[in-house]
Structure formats: structure tokens, C-alpha cells
């Protein structure tokens, strides 16, 4: 599957941004789907991901540093994820990156990058103070 994310920018500490992320090739369905960042001079990090869940239901899963302000959810219909971000931080300034996997990914594995195997191509958000 090939990913497309889109949405980055510039916003002001508490502002808000939504980002896409459009998938082509395979429905996404069945897929694990997540959101990873990474800001200068760090390592990548998760940030809140999705997974099937007993059937058609799915379990959505967040980093502890975007609990309660990120929200991430999913359009099959659309092929497509978002990650809608309130409240924004300084810190939350990173290239978001959409990321999928099309096997099973147990919840242990849901944050790590390496379980993933197809990547879109990175969009900056920048959150100035």
C-alpha cells in the first residue's frame, strides 16, 4: 500500500491542526495503521496508532504525551486516516509520518516503527510559541 500524507503547517501554541493521510493500492481495512513523528536531532517516535479488533471493530491506542489532545480515526470508504491535534504544543513540533502494516500487529508491537512496513513521505508541523 502506498501512503500520502498531507496536512502540516504552521500553528500557534493551542492551536489546532488535522492531518490526512490517503492510502492507494490495497483498502486499508484489515490494516494496522499509525502515526509516528520525528523532530530534529531525535529518534521517531509513535504517537497514536489503530488496529482490527475482534472482527470489524478496531482498538485506537496513544502515546501518553498527545493522550487526551490528539484523536485519531479512521475512513475505510476514503482509504484514509487522520490524526486531528488540539491544543498543540511547542513540543509537538516534528515530520508526522502515516504508517501501515498488513498483518496482524498485536498490542505490545503497536509502537514499534519496525512492525510497520509501508511509510508515506512525512509532513512537518510546526508549532510555534
Known amino acids: 500500500v502506498q501512503l500520502q500524507a498531507s496536512g502540516g503547517g504552521l500553528v500557534q501554541t493551542g492551536g489546532s491542526l488535522r492531518l490526512s493521510c490517503v492510502a492507494s493500492g490495497r483498502t486499508i481495512s484489515n490494516y494496522g495503521l499509525a502515526w509516528f513523528r520525528q523532530a530534529p536531532g531525535k529518534e521517531r517516535e509513535f504517537v497514536a496508532a489503530?488496529?482490527?479488533?475482534?472482527?470489524?471493530?478496531?482498538?485506537?491506542y496513544y502515546a501518553d504525551s498527545v493522550k487526551g489532545r490528539f484523536t485519531f480515526s479512521r475512513d475505510n470508504a476514503k482509504n484514509t486516516v487522520y490524526l486531528q491535534m488540539n491544543s498543540l504544543k511547542p513540543e509537538d513540533t516534528a515530520v508526522y509520518y502515516c504508517?501501515?502494516?498488513?498483518?496482524?500487529?498485536?498490542?505490545?508491537?503497536?509502537?514499534?516503527?519496525?512492525?510497520?512496513?509501508?511509510w508515506g513521505q512525512g509532513t512537518q508541523v510546526t508549532v510555534s510559541s
Open positions: 489503530s488496529r482490527p479488533y475482534l472482527g470489524s471493530s478496531y482498538r485506537t
Open positions: 504508517a501501515a502494516r498488513s498483518g496482524s500487529l498485536v498490542q505490545s508491537a503497536i509502537g514499534d516503527s519496525v512492525q510497520y512496513d509501508s
